[in-house]
């Protein structure tokens, strides 16, 4: 077997926490600390907690030492109160034994600014007579983050109900934007229907001259052209669609041939063929790719 080192480590003594070792760690903690007996009166307090004491007015040589945390707890009044009242019952049961520990954050605010502390308190094992000891971190930069995280939640919040209220409302204004549109397409393919195309018809009925003629053409062509755009929708098809020209596009739309169409409807195919044309025409469908019956699918 090979030889193996090990290697040896110096040897280190046992701390011995010495009341003045005690005392310099509690004074070295940026907690303000305060140990009670198990009545609830004031042993020791660290350093952290007299420079507060000083800082809010008390003496520099005031001694807290014999005074009863839980009576001054339980006597506080005003907006506080609550707070040190729940506090006392805490340490209490600790000092019962009845919780290993009690914990509460809670405010101490002043005139001058706002300040919050977090407590602990929490019994020494196995140490007679009875010792707790109590702490307050000051927790006040924690505070103020949480409450401006809440305030801008809030501002999101109501900046997102608020913009769920506008969009509410635009889309109203789009619905009755498009429903106006709508109607005037409707209004504009009525009147043409209705006022000015019955009397193109009468003028190619007319015996004219071929110049004549020929400006009649001219002005159905160009109705044709204004109104075709305006079919983007069925219904508004429908408008200048005969009945039977309605039959033939449901027809076309479920797949149905010439032939099959001539035979439901009980007409010729040629007639169904002079129906294609036209409904071509009325729909300015002037390219002969263009399918009848994809462009109808896609108005529905």
């Not at 019994?123 to 409450?147: G, Q, W, Y």
């Not at 619905?175 to 209004?187: F, P």
């Not at 009525?190 to 000015?196: A, D, F, G, I, Y």
Request: aromatic share 6%; proline share 3%.
């Amino acid at each position: 077997m090979k030889n193996q080192t090990r290697e040896v480590k110096p040897h280190i003594e046992p701390l011995s926490f010495s009341e003045e070792l005690s005392r310099a760690v509690i004074n070295s903690l940026s907690a303000h600390i305060v140990i009670l007996d198990e009545n609830g009166v004031i042993l020791e307090t660290n350093r952290a907690w007299k420079a507060y004491s000083v800082k809010n007015g008390m003496p520099e040589d005031f001694d807290y030492s014999g005074m009863n945390y839980l009576e001054v707890c339980n006597a506080a009044t005003g907006d506080d109160a609550l707070d040190a009242h729940n506090i006392a019952e805490g340490i209490r049961k600790v000092i019962q034994r009845h919780t290993k520990e009690f914990l509460s954050d809670y405010p101490c605010h002043s005139q001058e600014s706002r300040h919050w502390y977090y407590m602990r308190a929490i019994r020494m094992s196995d140490v007679k007579p009875v010792r707790v000891i109590i702490s307050h971190e000051d927790i006040t930069a924690l505070k103020l983050v949480e409450e401006a995280l809440r305030e801008s939640r809030k501002k999101l919040q109501d900046q997102k109900q608020s913009l769920e209220e506008a969009n509410i409302a635009l889309k109203v204004l789009l619905k009755q934007r498009e429903n106006d549109k709508l109607e005037l397409e409707k209004n504009v393919l009525t009147n043409v229907k209705e006022l000015v195309l019955p009397y193109v018809e009468k003028l190619k009925e007319v015996p004219l001259k071929p110049r004549n003629k020929t400006l009649v053409e001219i002005i159905e062509n160009h109705l044709k052209d204004i109104i075709s755009p305006l079919l983007q929708k069925y219904s508004n098809a429908q408008i200048i669609l005969t009945p039977q020209e309605i039959k033939v596009v449901t027809l076309i739309k479920d797949g149905k041939s010439s032939k099959e169409i001539a035979d439901i409807l009980n007409i010729s195919e040629t007639t169904v063929n002079f129906h294609r044309k036209n409904l071509r025409k009325k729909f300015g469908l002037k390219d002969r790719q263009m399918n009848l019956r994809s462009y109808l699918m896609s108005m529905s």
